[in-house]
T-cell receptor, first 116, second 115 residues
Framework: EAGVAQSPRYKIIEKRQSVAFWCNPISGHATLYWYQQILGQGPKLLIQFQNNGVVDDSQLPKDRFSAERLKGVDSTLKIQPAKLEDSAVYLC??????????????FGPGTRLTVT | AQKITQTQPGMFVQEKEAVTLDCTYDTSDPSYGLFWYKQPSSGEMIFLIYQGSYDQQNATEGRYSLNFQKARKSANLVISASQLGDSAMYFCAMRNNNAGNMLTFGGGTRLMVKP
């Protein structure tokens, strides 16, 4: 089965510019997550979708970050305007559904963003 | 609030030996799950093993086993017979079963396997 797809893999932008990342989850996975991983740290959840609804976006900096999953499949994460501290790897993950069993999250390869 | 602590920033192990990566957690919820992920230099997070808070036995998956000590709130990963390909970052994560499927990650441990 195909894994989680993300594009682009790398992006370099100047501060104050905007950028968008795309994620296609594993087929059939209802739940989609975006994480930010700053160099040397563990991933931090930005937003979680269940189908096309937001479950948790408490750690999303909403003044500059936005995300959508309009048809309950693909998702885009946008940053506008970017700051230097947004330099990180942005990981997309998906899982079958929310539940109490394993339901491990499967991660994509990530998008490495460098803001100069 | 949940917290995951990995106290070993870096570890060396000789090829073919076993190694234990430490993870302690803090939560007030009785129902939770613990995960270990491997992140090689390519950047992708690879799921290794899962332990539920109510599971009676320690989880095992091939060369990976999870030493779950609930009273001590620890969930250490044991890798047996280390291989050169095991060199990577390893992250411990916790999910609160009463708060969706959100994972809270520790800071990671870099494992380096010596030939």
């Amino acid at each position: 089965e195909a894994g989680v797809a993300q594009s682009p893999r790398y992006k370099i932008i100047e501060k104050r510019q905007s950028v968008a990342f795309w994620c296609n989850p594993i087929s059939g996975h209802a739940t989609l997550y975006w994480y930010q991983q700053i160099l040397g740290q563990g991933p931090k959840l930005l937003i979680q979708f269940q189908n096309n609804g937001v479950v948790d976006d408490s750690q999303l900096p909403k003044d500059r970050f936005s995300a959508e999953r309009l048809k309950g499949v693909d998702s885009t994460l946008k940053i506008q305007p970017a700051k230097l501290e947004d330099s990180a790897v942005y990981l997309c993950a998906s899982s079958l559904t929310v539940g109490t069993s394993g339901y491990e999250q499967y991660f994509g390869p990530g998008t490495r963003l460098t803001v100069t | 609030a949940q917290k995951i602590t990995q106290t070993q920033p870096g570890m060396f192990v000789q090829e073919k030996e076993a190694v234990t990566l430490d993870c302690t957690y803090d939560t007030s919820d009785p129902s939770y799950g613990l995960f270990w992920y491997k992140q090689p230099s390519s950047g992708e997070m690879i799921f290794l093993i899962y332990q539920g808070s109510y599971d009676q036995q320690n989880a095992t998956e091939g060369r990976y086993s999870l030493n779950f000590q609930k009273a001590r709130k620890s969930a250490n990963l044991v890798i047996s017979a280390s291989q050169l390909g095991d060199s990577a970052m390893y992250f411990c994560a916790m999910r609160n079963n009463n708060a969706g499927n959100m994972l809270t990650f520790g800071g990671g441990t870099r494992l380096m396997v010596k030939p």
